[in-house]
């Protein structure tokens, strides 16, 4: 089965940085294009940044220029580089296939608050 799992959340403040991993086995990661979601309280689900099989990025406009998606194939992990944070960034993010939906993992919450 497809395991994903996701870290590096945590209580920051507005204007701080901070880096999310994912790691996902069960497959061969390689051939998928991955991306990052969040989910805030109340809100819909929204796909903040996508990055696909061969790098290429692409994001959502709120976050452009603030956040970067890498991945690293030899190690099956996608990473999201987050600055200049503030509190509309608050989420549980989560990360999954784009094209192809493999498993929800169970997110790691990102706060942004003084």
């Known amino acids: 089965q497809v395991q994903v799992v996701e870290s590096g959340g945590g209580l920051v403040q507005p204007g701080g940085s901070l880096t999310l991993s994912c790691v996902v086995s069960g497959i061969i990661f390689s051939i998928y294009d991955m991306g990052w979601y969040r989910q805030a309280p109340g809100k819909q689900r929204e796909l903040v940044a996508v990055?696909?099989?061969?790098?290429?990025?692409s994001y959502l406009d709120s976050v452009k220029g603030r956040f970067t998606i890498s991945r690293d194939n030899a190690k099956n992990m996608v990473y999201l580089q987050m600055n200049s944070l503030n509190p509309d960034d608050t989420a549980v993010y989560y990360c999954n296939g784009v094209h192809t939906i493999l498993s929800w993992g169970q997110g790691t919450q990102v706060t942004v608050s003084s």
């Open positions: 990055i696909t099989n061969d790098g290429t990025a």
